[in-house]
Structures are given as C-alpha cells and as structure tokens.
C-alpha cells in the first residue's frame, strides 16, 4: 500500500471524472491493471489505472459518477489523503507476445483500455492495435482527440449498442462489425473488459466463431 493525495478532478463526460492522484513512492504496474482506493472515511473503491506504463509518482483514474448521494466520487475533494493498494488483475497487456492485438471496451471500461492503447502507442513498434469501443450514447464517448491521433498502426472504432434492441442482440452489430475487420483471430490477442455478461458473451462468440484461443482472451472479469 502506498499513501497519496488527490492532485486534480475534472469532469470528461457527464459522468467521468479524471482523478489524478500523486503517490508517495513510484507504483510498478502493468497496462491494464487497477488499483484499489481507500479513503479516509474507510469508504474504498477498485478503478483502473488511465495511465500508460512508467507514469512515475502520478497515476490518472477515471471514476464514474453514480448520481447518488453516497457515491464515491462526491466523498473524493482535491487535496485528500488517500491510501492505494496494487496493482491487482491478470488482464495486463502482454507486450512482448509480438502478436497483433484487439482491445474491446464497453462504458467505462475504457480507462483501461487507455493505458493499453497508449503504452503500446509509446513504443517504436509496428505492432497492430485495433480498439473497439462501444457505449450507450454518443455523449459516452471523450477523448476523441487522444484516440484520433494514435499512430497508423492502430485502428480505432466507435460503436453506439443501443442501434439494436437488448442484450444478446445488443452485441450483434459491433460483432458483424469486428468480424468484418478480423475474419480469423486464432493469432491475435485480445482483451476485454465491461460488463461480465457482456464480456462473456464476446468471448464464447470470438472463440467459436473467429478462432480466437481462449488462453489469449484477457479479462478481470471471467
């Protein structure tokens, strides 16, 4: 565990805020793993890491707000005291693998996402990157500017789930959409993460339908 005070908050969608927190002593952490958060109050919270690999003494979260009362974000004010314990998760980015990669994020998922995306875009590498993002609202989406300007090698798709109506259908369109891209995945690896079902779900069809290994699927939540 390591002692850190919150250094900034800002707002990055309607209910996204970036926290950047300045710890006491450098974390060693891989892409794609989280933290957990404990405040002062006893009140803790498990977030992924928005940074990039080697970040030093600062580490960036993005917290969701949950509009209630209690929520996490409204107890959290600039210039807290907090303690982080970590890094945690086995879905961290494998770098030296040399296989290209597919990065599938829903929600707020996407923080972890980026310390993939911008770790591997850091490096001299012609690695391909492809992302996948799906969201309720357009309005979900940010840092359009960040994914935008990534390097050549990486492919980055937005995908609204509400086009089609419930959940397994909901998927059915950002399927259609990565098998068109991907047609085989068995020399890929692929990361996931949102919503367990959602996860899931993704991984029984890639593995069945585009050869995916299942010992190449990375997800914290399966």
Excluded at 59 to 69: C, G, P, S
Excluded at 183 to 189: F, H, I, P, R, S
Aim: hydrophobic share 40%.
């Amino acid at each position: 565990m390591v002692t850190a005070t919150v250094s900034s908050m800002r707002a990055l969608n309607s209910y996204i805020y970036r926290v950047v927190i300045r710890l006491e002593s450098e974390l060693n952490y891989q892409p794609g793993q989280y933290v957990q958060v404990i405040l002062n109050c006893g009140r803790s919270g498990y977030f992924s890491i928005a940074s990039p690999e080697n970040s030093g003494e600062v580490i960036e979260l993005h917290i969701a707000d949950t509009r209630k009362h209690d929520s996490f974000l409204k107890k959290l004010k600039v210039g807290d005291d907090v303690v982080v314990a970590g890094p945690m998760g086995n879905a961290w980015l494998r770098s030296d693998s040399g296989r290209p990669v597919i990065v599938l994020a829903f929600g707020s998922g996407y923080s972890y996402a980026r310390s993939i995306l911008l770790t591997e875009a850091n490096k001299d590498s012609e690695r391909k990157i492809s992302f996948y993002w799906g969201v309720q609202n357009e309005n979900d989406f940010y840092e359009r500017d960040i994914l935008e300007s990534l390097p050549t090698r990486f492919t980055v798709n937005f995908h609204l789930l509400n086009q089609a109506p419930g959940f397994p259908d909901i998927m059915s369109a950002l399927l259609v959409k990565l098998s068109n891209a991907h047609a085989c995945l068995v020399d890929y690896d692929v990361y996931l993460v949102g919503k367990r079902d959602y996860c899931l779900f993704v991984r029984g069809e890639i593995c069945e339908k585009l050869s995916a290994l299942p010992e190449r699927v990375y997800g914290d939540s399966f």
